[in-house]
């Protein structure tokens, strides 16, 4: 299950284009974030210099269209995605943010994808230029691009086998109020628990409760009439009218003198979709872990269904054999790592043509600055003045010596690059049509060849059982 938020980016009040861009790009490209820059993908651009790639960008469409905005101007834009923790893995969230990415800007845009692992909930922040790759038109923000990108984002979890929000509210929410009891609570929320359990000790006035708090380690302060509170940890304090109903100062006031009872507030529970299980339930362990008598009734039930449908599946696939059956399952699941590395192997390919093509645009673009750079005498101040075309043409060229291009190996041309990519991705698409049907075939197998296992594993446990009743029946 993923949630999604859009955002221009604008130049903002005191910022350059290039500055702007380039603080965007330094936090979600932070090496502490992203398992030191190991979880970051780019498209038509270097992770390393895509500001310098975005400024450049900007500039030729200025060139080109004579068009120049203020400080309003969209210089990027943002989408934060944010998956449920424990439901993907980071390289897996990657991926999908690339192959987001792809099909929401058309292939038209260069981008950068990070994800983040610093949160209990994996991320990520999928930041594209708002200049075409042909800098001759920009992205348009359209009427209803947020319900486009959950849309999108659903489709791409979907085809993934994640989850998605069934029934999405129509307003937006913050995370943590998305993820109700699992969200880390608020500070109003910690002090109304330090209050609830300072109440159940009876506290006979106002000060042996704030004197209860203040041993419980909360700060308490008085200004003019208001009380605030503080726990270690939380910068600001809150007054303790701000509490809400039942934890205002008069309420308290009411609940010591003996008027009311105090109740402790109960917050709501928010349950996540459940996903599907086709699976047998191991009821013994479910009755160990504190489910009753109705759970385990309800179990047997499941069960027995679904011991059904395996039965109607081994029949309809003539896999009657325990022996074929784990034969295909072994055979389905070589298949299916086959295709999945293919896959991966033709995304890699592809990554390397988009980075070698972009680097060959930006070496073309920039060698005659670079040229006058040097004629220059590698001056500070030439440098300065043409800071994003040099830094363009320095990365091209260690890209090119890091891919082993130099005297003995020329650099492809452009139209072979794009030929190969093209190639590339018409094998990727029909791969992933077969990948897609070898994951389900998978499962499919998988789950009944352990369904299986579990029927086989309770007839042993039953006939262990009765040996054990017999013996102790003769003694």
Request: net charge positive; with cysteine.
């Amino acid at each position: 299950m993923a949630t999604t938020r859009i955002m221009p980016l604008h130049t903002g009040k005191g910022r350059s284009f290039g500055r702007a861009i380039s603080d965007i790009i330094d936090y979600v490209a932070n090496p502490q974030k992203t398992d030191n820059g190991k979880l970051i993908t780019s498209f038509a651009c270097e992770s390393r210099c895509a500001d310098a790639e975005f400024l450049l960008a900007k500039r030729e469409y200025i060139q080109k269209t004579g068009r120049v905005r203020g400080k309003d101007d969209v210089i990027a834009y943002q989408v934060r995605q944010s998956f449920v923790p424990g439901e993907i893995t980071a390289e897996e969230a990657n991926r999908i943010g690339v192959e987001f990415a792809k099909r929401f800007t058309k292939g038209n845009h260069a981008f950068v994808v990070c994800t983040h692992i610093d949160k209990a909930h994996i991320h990520n922040h999928i930041i594209w230029s708002a200049v075409n790759t042909d800098c001759d038109r920009k992205f348009r923000n359209f009427w209803g691009s947020t319900r486009a990108v959950r849309q999108l984002s659903d489709t791409l979890c979907i085809e993934n086998g994640l989850s998605i929000v069934e029934n999405p509210a129509p307003h937006g929410k913050s995370y943590n109020k998305w993820l109700g009891d699992q969200a880390k609570p608020s500070h109003r929320e910690l002090l109304r628990q330090l209050i609830d359990t300072a109440m159940e000790k009876k506290p006979t006035d106002l000060d042996e409760l704030l004197k209860l708090l203040q041993e419980a380690g909360c700060e308490v302060t008085h200004r003019g009439k208001s009380i605030n509170l503080r726990l270690e940890g939380w910068d600001r304090p809150s007054r303790i009218n701000s509490l809400g109903d039942g934890y205002t100062l008069d309420d308290l006031l009411a609940v010591l003198a003996g008027q009311q009872e105090h109740t402790p507030r109960k917050k709501a529970m928010v349950q996540p979709p459940t996903k599907k299980v086709n699976l047998l339930v191991d009821i013994q362990a479910k009755l160990q872990a504190g489910k009753g008598a109705g759970y385990a009734r309800w179990a047997k039930v499941f069960n027995l269904k679904q011991m059904a449908q395996t039965m109607n599946y081994l029949t309809e696939h003539g896999l009657l054999d325990y022996s074929e059956l784990a034969e295909k399952a072994d055979a389905a699941t070589i298949r299916y790592n086959e295709l999945s590395a293919q896959i991966k192997d033709a995304e890699t390919r592809m990554a390397e043509i988009s980075v070698l093509r972009q680097h060959i645009i930006n070496y073309a673009k920039t060698r005659d600055t670079y040229v006058a750079y040097r004629k220059a005498g590698y001056s500070k101040k030439f440098m300065a003045e043409h800071e994003a075309d040099i830094l363009l043409h320095k990365a091209a060229k260690q890209a090119f010596e890091e891919l082993g291009y130099g005297k003995d190996k020329k650099l492809p041309n452009i139209k072979a690059l794009q030929a190969e990519y093209t190639k590339l991705l018409e094998e990727k698409k029909k791969a992933y049509g077969e990948y897609r049907k070898a994951r389900e075939e998978m499962k499919e197998l998988l789950t009944a060849k352990a369904n299986v296992d579990r029927i086989l594993n309770m007839d042993e446990e039953q006939r262990h059982e009765q040996g054990q009743e017999r013996e102790h029946g003769q003694r």
